[in-house]
């Protein structure tokens, strides 16, 4: 595992989320309302689309192609039509810049 930065806290004002690539992942890192920050991968598991290109409500991602929503916190998808849940990393904040665990 290694940590990665990934952006400033700057970068994701709260409620808001963010595409990233980063040694070959496509991430999507949220600033949730509880100021926490939170990473999944960015590529919806039902067909392409990138999460950040959808809406963050609360700890809920949805979907900009078929509104499948996922909680970001858990990558749990939590309806129709996802069948699989999303990867989630491991975040860190450190002196205004975002850290994520890859593998
Ligand atoms: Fe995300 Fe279909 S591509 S719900």
Not at 17 to 37: E, Q, R, T
Request: with cysteine.
């Amino acid at each position: 595992m290694t940590w990665v930065r990934v952006a400033t806290t700057a970068a994701v004002p709260l409620g808001e989320m963010l595409g990233v690539s980063v040694n070959g992942f496509k991430l999507a890192i949220y600033h949730l309302d509880d100021d926490s920050f939170r990473a999944t991968q960015n590529v919806c598991t039902h067909e392409f689309a990138l999460l950040s290109d959808g809406w963050l409500e609360g700890s809920e991602v949805e979907c900009p192609l078929h509104a499948g929503r996922f909680d970001v916190r858990t990558g749990r998808a939590l309806c129709e039509p996802l069948k699989r849940d999303i990867a989630v990393f491991a975040v860190e904040v450190r002196d205004g810049e975002i850290f994520v665990a890859l593998p």
